[in-house]
């Protein structure tokens, strides 16, 4: 193995980002391997290393992946932040011992990426409902991961009111009320929220999920359903799959990318088949 780039972003998840760094830097010491760490500040480029091990949640893999496009070397991701969505797709539940055996081998697996309005993501885009979740998150973060979604999702469920979206896909178009689209790479979101469980990221497609207008006095009864993924087959839920997708409105959406907010009213979303290289 040659020098390994090992990139840390020390505020994520509460200092789990900082723990895991800490335990990586011994076991490269005890192997003797070649590493250089990065925290505060990351370099301009990963020229001369053979591999990145990027150490963070979801928001770091984004900001990652939007600082340096056309990435070409192989990222090992390691769960450093509060909901680790996008790591959990990718490796399931694995302890860090267990994970850094795993990457030793090296093993290389292409994935997708997509993106929105000129922006990278990994992990997925939720437009409405989803989207005023994660902002009132920012807004006064509670509780990191699964729990402090959840709390968000109670507090906001009863309040929120669809958007008029006009949607485009393959040319055909439609104009509703929507409580909100996921447009999604991975899985799930908010730290185990399974929105598109039947998303694969190496398929070169979105899964698209489109939720209609729901009574709010409805909505508790069907939140438990999107949470464990069997809302699929709700009357009022439509899923795609497709490559590229248009959501415009005469409002302002709120919506999120890998978490990370993001407000307009008009989204132009597509796949990019293959554009990053993990090892897994």
Known sequence: MQSVALVCNITAGKGRASSVLNILQQKFNDLELSHTIFTEIWPKNFDGFSSI?????DGTLNYFINKYPGLTIPIALFKGGSGNDF????????SVDDFLDRVLESKTRKVDIGICNGKYFVNGVGIGFDGEVVKAMGQKKILPGHMGYMLTVLKKIFLYKEKKMRVIVDGSESNQEIFMI????GSRYGGGFMVAPQAVIDDGELDIVIVDKIPPVKRLFYLPKVEVGKHLDLPLVEVLKKNKIRVQSEFILTAHLDGELMETNKFEIEIIPGALKFIC
Do not use: Q, T
């Open 87 to 94: 790591a959990w797709k990718l490796y399931g539940n694995i």
């Open 53 to 57: 091990w990027l150490i963070g949640g």
């Open 182 to 185: 996921n447009i999604a790479n």
